[in-house]
């Protein structure tokens, strides 16, 4: 008898083999005009669940004819193809793509327990002159209010199902349980006699096991039917297990020896209510996790104000097209964008950039939809509808990025595709193993074991665990102006050891600025700009412009130039209310005759500050010094220390020559910097990093950056850059704001820590939960578990993930505080082609004001703190140390502690300090 029963069981175990993982039928693939056409029924599967004979280069159009209800396969997401598309009820919808390349692509349902694969096999097509263009193929960028409201619908549909089907599940089991554990438990003899009648409990547990349990049963048994199988599955294998025995036991008890009459109508009961109840709690807390897509989607008005022909009229946003004017009045959202041409005011960006401040808008600035006026009335141009919009962009790219795959979830993938025959297997060998050596009646453990075996294997806890936490963590990261594109950069983010900043743009506003005037004695500081922003505003040099617009923000008026004359490298000349105006370089008044040195010390220091200097004379007379340059950002030094605490290198790549280079490292406390890099190099010194060892980031904005983005582990560009280095990058800061970059690490790092406990959660469960329902724990401690508390475990468990998934929704960036100076004193390094050199020191910490510059030179002998390479007097210094018979002067007592650690590091003792 032990030889049979272990032979059916091999049987059965091979035959399980060649039904889950055996030869399958594949789908065909039609051409119609210059497309490929697959059709796919959704039904408790995919039906084919796997595609062959598509070609590269050929676009593809997957119609899937969904012919079911509920949340499971409400949507399909194709990793390969930054396919995330919502598959509505009773519906057949199209899914565009273009395969670039031959490969395997899994395509999948959103809650990732059903599954199907597209082979992609041969070369892309090579066009020929005769040939006609394939068919292009546009998807939609946008998701529109429709799509979602449909979602929103089905969902509150399957949750008052789940809530009517658990209602009657409970009511009708609650009876049957109380009879049972007060009579068998409790040993109760008040248990009133016809509960604990077979017929009566079956008359009762019927309905809870055809209608209650009918949407488990019926997508449990489609499954089975597609040669593939899921929760569902073992579900509807152990309850139909547990009813049928109860069934024969109650119909036809003369089959069955007597020990063995024993029915379990209360364990199905329970069993599917439970599981009822999880999927309820599950649902409503699934919900949350699309908040994000919904909010933004939730920003677009409705309506537009437009003028068309010189009348007003209220038109729906889809109706804008470009070149309409719109009209805005205070408290009203933008429904799109454009470039204002009439009126003043303020704009709060906030819901799209994550930038609390409101923006000030006038005449010739962009607006982005979605965005609420506050102040003023404007009039504005629209530039982008439709899909187009900075808004739906977002929501495409979030989109995608929910539905793209992390490179911790392959393991998850290859757990659950095995998952499900692997626990029919353990539940088979299970009941042998009962049958064989368990106590009498062995038949009722060997029953019981395997459906409590089927019952708590719980593959949903795994399929969730990483797509809720992708879900919420890329809407959470859009709600605070990051765009993350994939699930694969945002895990990357978290082992970043290195990021390379990109100067102008980046670190910098990448907009020229005024930053200093500085008069001679005698000379007004408003008259010295007056007079220089006249004569500027005859020239079309980008630096005139900040000029010119820095004399406006003062209220300054600006008298006519005449007699204007540009001087090729060398400034321009004018006269300005009679007087002679010279605004250049040295080259330039010293050809007028003007002496140039009381200007000298000021031009020096800003030029060793990394600034533009513009020597200025009035009648031929030095007049003072004009300070021009790309400002650093209010945010980069205080990001960037951000990034250190995190134990991240942070890098400075430019262009620029050395000493600007240098100049700005030492502002924002960069203490690595790549200077003169042709553009087509910057992808090279990534290498080189990479080379190193290191996970390298890239932050840029120009089009020079695009290569340097496309090599780095994570690229991220500034969304007020280049659309060419936004499609280049994984991650893109649409305020511009660096503090992104810190808030996307930070959140790389929460959402990885909270799919690990995830997958902790689903594998420790598993792996503790199976053999405990197997009765492992038996022989030792007499502890069998009833299919009844494994129900209950298996309900938590997918609870678990969801509850854990949904605390990345309280994620908010940390604030990041302002740097304090001398933190960040230091003298980079600058490399030049890959080789490091020496730089110029850097006084970043002059304490006098630099109007004093045109005072005598000072008599003072000055001296360089070693440390951090500022010039001090050797009488107001911080701190002094002698080493080696030499004296060391120190601007704080931070540099004097740093050259205690390792005093023999700082350089010839003579350029610092005084012998003795």
């Not at 002679?580 to 000298?600: M, Y």
């Not at 009833?786 to 509850?803: D, K, N, Q, R, W």
């Not at 004001?849 to 030179?857: A, D, E």
Request: aromatic share 4%.
């Amino acid at each position: 008898m032990g030889w049979l029963i272990v032979g059916v069981a091999v049987l059965l175990t091979a035959l399980l083999g060649w039904f889950f993982f055996g030869p399958r039928r594949a789908g065909k693939v039609e051409l119609q005009d210059g497309v490929q056409v697959v059709r796919v029924t959704v039904d408790g599967g995919y039906s084919p669940d796997l595609i062959e004979g598509v070609r590269p280069g050929v676009p593809v159009r997957m119609l899937f004819d969904r012919r079911e209800g509920g949340e499971c396969t409400s949507r399909v997401v194709i990793p390969g193809f930054k396919v995330n598309a919502a598959l509505p009820a009773f519906q057949t919808t199209a899914v565009e793509f273009v395969p670039a390349a031959a490969g395997e692509y899994r395509f999948a349902c959103g809650m990732n327990m059903v599954s199907g694969t597209i082979r992609v096999q041969g070369e892309p097509p090579v066009a020929s002159a005769g040939d006609t263009a394939p068919a292009t193929v546009e998807l939609s960028a946008a998701i529109t209010p429709t799509d979602t409201d449909v979602e929103d619908a089905e969902r509150a549909a399957e949750i008052k199902d789940l809530t009517r089907r658990m209602l009657v599940g409970g009511v009708l089991t609650a009876p049957v349980l109380f009879a049972v554990m007060a009579a068998e438990i409790f040993h109760a003899t008040w248990v009133p006699e016809f509960l604990m009648n077979p017929w009566v409990q079956l008359t009762l547990i019927a309905p809870v096991m055809l209608y209650a349990g009918w949407p488990i049963h019926r997508v449990g048994w489609k499954a089975l039917v597609h040669r593939s199988a899921e929760m569902n599955s073992l579900i509807t294998l152990g309850t139909t297990a547990a009813f049928g025995y109860s069934l024969i036991v109650t119909a036809a008890p003369q089959l069955l020896p007597e020990e063995l009459r024993q029915v379990y109508f209360e364990a199905v009961g329970v069993i599917i209510t439970l599981i009822l109840l999880g999927r309820l709690l599950e649902a409503k807390a699934k919900a949350g996790t699309g908040e994000a897509i919904r909010k933004l989607i939730g920003l677009q008005p409705r309506t537009a104000r437009v003028v068309r022909d010189g009348a007003e009229s209220e038109v729906p946003v889809e109706e804008v097209v470009v070149g309409d004017i719109v009209e805005i009045r205070p408290g009203e959202k933008l429904p799109v964008d454009g470039e204002v041409v009439g009126g003043a005011s303020t704009v709060d960006e906030s819901m799209v950039t994550g930038e609390s401040i409101p923006v000030s808008k006038r005449v010739g600035d962009t607006v982005i939809g979605a965005t609420i006026n506050t102040t003023g009335s404007l009039r504005y141009t629209a530039t982008r509808v439709g899909a187009d919009t900075m808004l739906a962009q977002i929501i495409k790219l979030v989109r995608e990025a929910q539905g793209s795959k992390a490179p911790i979830q392959r393991l998850a993938d290859t757990v659950s595709s095995w998952f499900v025959p692997v626990v029919i297997v353990i539940a088979i060998w299970t009941a042998v193993a009962w049958l064989l050596v368990g106590p009498p009646p062995a038949f009722i453990f060997a029953l019981v074991a395997a459906v409590s075996v089927l019952i708590i294997a719980c593959p949903c806890a795994l399929g969730l665990a990483t797509p809720l936490s992708i879900t919420v963590s890329t809407g959470k990261a859009a709600a605070h102006g990051i765009l993350i594109r994939s699930a694969e950069a945002l895990e990357t983010a978290h082992k970043l050891d290195a990021i390379i900043f990109d100067k102008t743009g980046t670190v910098t506003r990448g907009i020229p600025a005024l930053t200093d005037v500085l008069p001679v004695d005698g000379v007004a500081e408003d008259r010295l700009l007056a007079l220089v922003a006249a004569v500027e505003k005859a020239s079309e040099h980008p630096l005139a412009a900040a000029i010119v617009t820095d004399a406006g923000d003062r209220g300054l008026g600006l008298a006519e130039v005449v007699d204007f004359a540009s001087v090729t490298g060398q400034g321009v000349r004018g006269s300005v209310d009679g007087q002679l105006v010279l605004v250049g370089n040295r080259r330039l008044l010293e050809a007028a005759g003007v002496d140039t040195r009381p200007l000298e010390l000021a031009h020096d220091t800003l030029a060793d500050q990394g600034k533009t200097p513009m020597l200025v004379a009035i009648d031929g007379r030095a007049a003072g010094v004009i300070g021009v340059a790309d400002t650093v950002k209010e945010s980069s030094a205080a990001a960037i220390a951000a990034l250190h605490v995190r134990g991240i290198e942070v890098i400075m790549m430019t262009g620029d020559n050395r000493a600007t280079a240098a100049a700005i490292a030492a502002q924002v406390g960069i203490r690595r910097v790549v200077a003169e890099v042709l553009p087509e190099h910057k992808a090279d010194a990534v290498r080189r990093l990479q080379a190193e060892g290191k996970i390298v980031g890239m932050v840029g904005d120009g089009i020079n950056d695009a290569p340097a983005l496309a090599q780095a582990d994570v690229g991220s560009a500034i969304g007020t850059g280049t659309d060419v280095a936004i499609e280049s990058s994984d991650i893109t800061l649409i305020s511009g704001d660096l503090s992104g970059v810190v808030t996307a690490v930070d959140l790389s790092r929460a959402t990885m820590r909270n799919i690990r406990q995830n997958l902790m959660f689903a594998f420790v469960y598993n792996i503790i939960g199976i053999p405990i329902a197997a009765g492992v724990l038996y022989p030792a401690f007499g502890i069998l578990l009833s299919p009844i508390i494994a129900a209950a475990a298996m309900a938590l468990s997918s609870l678990s993930v969801v509850g854990n998934a949904n605390r990345l929704r309280r994620f908010a960036p940390e604030p990041i505080p302002a740097p304090d100076p001398v933190s960040i004193a230091t003298i980079p390094v600058v490399e030049v082609g890959g080789s490091p050199v020496a730089t110029t020191p850097i006084n970043h910490h002059r304490e006098e004001p630099i109007m004093g510059l045109f005072s005598k030179k000072p008599t003072v002998e000055m001296v360089i703190d070693p440390v951090c390479g500022m010039k001090i007097d050797p009488a107001k210094a911080a701190a002094t140390r002698v080493h080696d018979g030499v004296t060391f002067y120190f601007c704080s007592l931070s540099c004097a502690e740093t050259f205690d650690a390792d005093p023999h590091r700082y350089g010839h003792p003579t350029a610092h300090a005084d012998h003795h």
